[in-house]
Nanobody
């Protein structure tokens, strides 16, 4: 069974930084893609960043240049470094994994099979 547990969320002022972590336990399952998603109140869940098993990354336009996705392969932890945070980045953030290859880029959440419970990020003006 794949387990994904997020940590590192919290509250920060605009312009600040946070680093989210996702501790992954995947057993024999190979994840072809890992991603970060977020959902704001009244909005659908949207893809933020993606890291494939071959190291290829993708970002939503809204976070390009500010967010960085990475992974510690020894510890099996997925990270999302978020810099220059703005109030519009406030949301519940989720890490996710896909055990099938995906089309390139930021794809819909329905293509991901495994999810963390989510963690809140709040950015104040």
């Amino acid at each position: 069974e794949v387990q994904m547990v997020e940590s590192g969320g919290g509250s920060v002022q605009a312009g600040g930084s946070l680093r989210l972590s996702c501790a992954m336990s995947t057993g024999p399952v190979k994840l072809y893609a890992m991603g970060w998603f977020r959902r704001s109140p009244g909005k659908e869940r949207e893809g933020v960043a993606r890291l494939d098993s071959d190291g290829v990354t993708a970002y939503a336009d809204s976070v390009k240049g500010r967010f960085t996705i990475s992974k510690d392969n020894d510890k099996n932890i997925l990270y999302l470094q978020m810099n220059g945070l703005q109030p519009g980045d406030s949301a519940m953030y989720y890490c996710a994994g896909a055990h099938n290859p995906l089309l390139p880029g930021i794809v819909d959440d329905l293509w991901y099979h495994h999810w963390g419970q989510g963690i809140q990020v709040t950015v104040s003006a």
